[in-house]
C-alpha cells in the first residue's frame, strides 16, 4: 500500500492574512516638506558647504561656441553636490558648463581635475554675478564626443590649409 500526502493547498476562496489589510495610503509629502524645512533651517542642501580656499577655478561655458576657452572665476564654497562661484560671465539657468578645479598641489598634493556642471542658481553680486552649479557627473560621457568633434573640425581647418598651400 502507497501512503499518499493529502494537499496543503489552501483553498482559493480562504481569506488570508494580505487579503484583510486594512492600510490606506496617505499624502504626506507636505508634512515631510515642513518637517525637513524646520531640521535645516530652510537649507535645501543636504551637504555643508565649505569655503573654497586653496585652489583657482575656471570654467568653459558649452552652448558658447564663441569661446573655446577656459574663462577664470572666483571660487566661493562648495559642497559634494555641486559649488559656488563669482564672475562677469553671462551665464544663464539650466547652461551646461565644464568646471577646472586646480588645487595649490603644495598644500593639497591633488592634481588639477575637471567636472561638468549645470547652473541652478543666479543672483546678483555688485557688477557681477553669483552662480551656483550642481555637479553633473553624467557629462564626463560626453566629454570624449566633445573632444573628438573638436579634433576632427582642427584636422578639417588644417586639411583645408594644406589644400590652399597646394594650390598655390
Wanted: proline share 4%.
Amino acid at each position: 500500500m502507497t501512503n499518499r500526502v493529502k494537499s496543503t493547498a489552501s483553498q482559493p476562496d480562504t481569506p488570508t492574512v494580505y487579503d484583510r489589510s486594512d492600510s490606506h495610503f496617505e499624502d504626506v509629502s507636505l508634512n515631510l516638506r515642513v518637517a525637513t524645512e524646520q531640521l535645516y533651517q530652510e537649507e535645501r542642501r543636504l551637504n555643508s558647504r565649505v569655503a573654497m580656499r586653496g585652489c583657482t577655478l575656471k570654467i568653459r561655458p558649452l552652448n558658447q561656441r564663441s569661446t573655446n576657452q577656459w574663462i577664470e572665476v572666483t571660487p566661493e564654497d562648495f559642497s559634494r553636490g555641486g559649488l559656488k562661484f563669482t564672475t562677469d560671465v553671462r551665464l544663464n539657468k539650466g547652461d551646461k558648463i565644464w568646471l577646472l578645479v586646480k588645487p595649490d598641489q603644495g598644500i593639497t598634493g591633488i592634481n588639477p581635475f575637471q567636472i561638468g556642471g549645470i547652473v541652478k542658481h543666479i543672483s546678483p553680486a555688485g557688477d557681477k554675478s553669483r552662480i551656483g552649479a550642481q555637479f553633473h557627473r553624467d557629462m564626463i560621457k560626453d566629454y570624449r564626443r566633445i573632444e573628438l568633434d573638436s579634433t576632427l573640425e582642427k584636422l578639417e581647418n588644417f586639411l583645408s590649409i594644406i589644400e590652399r598651400a597646394a594650390e598655390e
